[in-house]
């Protein structure tokens, strides 16, 4: 057999390596040439004009709808949050409205009073439709809204509110299990979901912000500070903008965006330090994913640090209408509480086919768990009959100081985990021994130093 200089086999490695990552990458500027911030009218409308006080106690509610309201009628503009703490219930947005935070110490401070965010609105809890309290920022149907600025958006969530809605000391009276269980029913039984109604006495959390059904959505500059539930939930949108947005809130499910049946997304430059997924791509629970099957697709993320979470960007679980065309590329990653850096879950009653995720040039300081995690026995694992797939996943030029494991991947004899690959990565301080169970996963020019 002819040998090949050590210089000439690394090139044959490394060319091999871009050959078999480079078509897809291609894709990705048509892609971006589809996903244009909205624009706004050069009008502006303080809120404090109509009647808003940033003294941190007065109920700015409606001075705030009604600055919303001129705003949209003029045929949009900007809806300016000045400096001060401004209280305040549930926003909702219309066309064409840039809700605008002026300046660093320019505050929306979200009441943790339940009552503020009824009546219910339709929404989704984890994937599932329903009536339900009213995210804190709410917009559906809407065309050109925005949320920008230099300010904080606080929702204010602790153990002694919402929070405690999902597991209080004890359990049982005053927590979300049994409506949860019940809307799961529901779903699972495929009940009309005009009689999935939920609200006071049932505990189920609002999202802080959800855009649904909308097109042309911008989330750029803000802060994003404790959370009830999800921070960021796109649902059912088309061009989405998520830049430079700085997200702090380790709150329970405090996931930091989860686009939801969506397509054109763009995340870039933005700041992930979270109680649960860092980013969570999903479309749907179970019968509602199915029956209303819109995937979510053409995501690309890039520039992005992601803290503590459970995954620093994870596909499922809700993804019953699959997900493909996802892109990361030149992101940061590192904590003892960060699980791992790609992670994909799903199981046999929640399916879903997820395919063509792309990831590249990442650098890792430390993660908890593995780089890698396909958990296809999620919850309910195997027990259903439907047939979650995972196929085309390529990572590559991965680069992780400090790992227990490089790969976590759990399938099952009925599943499909094919086409799996990681390519030219380096994984330092490896203390345990991969697990792959049920799956076609292949290291391909990987170096990995084990911890001694």
Known sequence: MKKFPLVLAISIAFINTLRASAPEWRQVPAILARIVPPQFPARDFEITKYGAVGDG???????????????????????????????????????NVDLYLAATNSVLKFSTDPEKYLPAVFTRFEGIECWNYSPLIYTFGQQNVAITGLGTLDGQADDSNWLAWKSRKGGGAGTQTAARKRLDEMNNQQLPVDQRRFGAGDYLRPNFIQFQRCQNVLIAGVKIRRSPMWEIHPLLCTNVTLRGVDIFSRGANNDGCDPESCRNV???????????????????RNADGRRLWVPSENIFIRDCTMRAGHGGTTIGSEISGGCRN???????????????????????????????????????GLVKDSVLQVDFLYDEGAKGDQKPVARNVVMENIRV??????????????????GVRIYNSTFKEVKKPDVVLDADVKLVDCKIERSR
């Open 57 to 95: 106690q007065t109920d700015c509610t409606v001075a705030i709808a009604e600055a919303i309201d001129a705003c949209a009628a003029a045929g949009g503009g900007r809806v300016v949050v000045p400096a001060g703490d401004y209280g305040t219930g549930a926003i909702r947005l219309k066309s």
């Open 266 to 284: 763009l995340m870039e430059k933005c700041v992930f330090d979270t109680g649960d997924d860092c980013i969570a791509i999903k479309s749907g």
């Open 326 to 364: 996802v892109f990361v590329e030149n992101c940061e990653m590192s904590s003892p509480e960060l699980a791992c850096v790609l992670r994909l879950k799903s199981n046999a009653m929640r399916g879903g086919v997820l395919e063509n995720i792309f990831m590249r040039n990442i650098n890792v």
């Open 401 to 418: 100081s400090q790992t227990p494991r490089v790969l976590n991947v759990k399938g099952f004899p009925a599943a499909s985990i094919s």
